[in-house]
């Protein structure tokens, strides 16, 4: 883990955000306020290190102004909690939430992925089997997740826009998805033990080529089609 800069350490190559923000922690300290004459104090040269420390909140970085904080005076803000380790690249680059996903990352995701959603499943074009009014779009995006150390890591998952959006209309009902577990075959059973087991799905054969017929131009489907109507 890399060790944290000192904000004002002339050898330190860095700029106002991440200065700003190793000033928050080192000079002003959570929960204290601090004003834009302070800024302009600490950052005389930048002309607006005020927005760049602002910038900050895209980093989940919690500062409130009068607006948040009726204690406050316009002039003041409070640092009221601690965002993304900016000062590190690696951790700023994870934690920016606009940080664009380049199309070879998004293919090299949707094909690990089988071009399925990873969380209830689905392929692109395809009805919802609770929700037939409703077909799936299928999306790469980042996810921010606690990795097994503590460190959080933004990583790429395809989802539906559904699962992205949270749980769609219908209503999560154990009792309900208990009874439709045990109404399941022996067989079904056991293939359902094994996904709880390996925490995904595994495809048969015949999903797999479903999920790739899926996206094939309607041309091309109907031809494929055509040739197992015959
Ligand atoms: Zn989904």
């Not at 002039?75 to 380049?102: C, H, L, M, Y």
């Amino acid at each position: 883990m890399m060790t944290q800069p000192t904000w004002n350490d002339p050898d330190f190559d860095a700029g106002v955000m991440v200065r700003g923000a190793l000033w928050l922690v080192q000079e002003i300290g959570v929960g204290n306020t601090f004003t834009k004459a302070d800024i302009r104090v600490a950052f005389p040269s930048a002309s607006q290190a005020d927005r760049r420390i602002r910038d900050l909140r895209d980093y989940g970085w919690v500062l409130h102004a009068k607006n948040e904080d009726a204690t406050l005076t316009s002039e003041q803000t409070r640092f009221v909690a601690q965002g993304a380790a900016v000062w590190n690249p690696k951790e700023r680059s994870d934690a920016n939430p606009r940080k664009a996903i380049s199309n070879k990352e998004r293919e090299a995701t949707l094909s690990r992925d089988d071009h399925l959603c990873t969380t209830c499943g689905i392929s692109g074009a395809e009805e919802y089997p609770d929700d037939p009014t409703q077909t799936a779009v299928i999306a790469v995006s980042r996810r921010v997740t606690v990795m097994p150390d503590g460190r959080e890591e933004s990583l790429l998952t395809t989802e539906c826009k559904r699962c992205k959006a949270g749980l769609g209309k219908s209503r999560r009902s154990a009792e309900k998805i208990s009874a439709d577990v045990q109404a399941l075959s022996a067989d079904d059973q056991a293939r359902l033990l094994r996904w709880m087991n390996t925490g995904k799905r595994d495809l048969t054969a015949t999903e797999r080529v479903w999920s790739r017929y899926l996206r094939l131009p309607a041309d091309a489907r109907a031809e494929i089609r055509s040739v197992l109507e015959a």
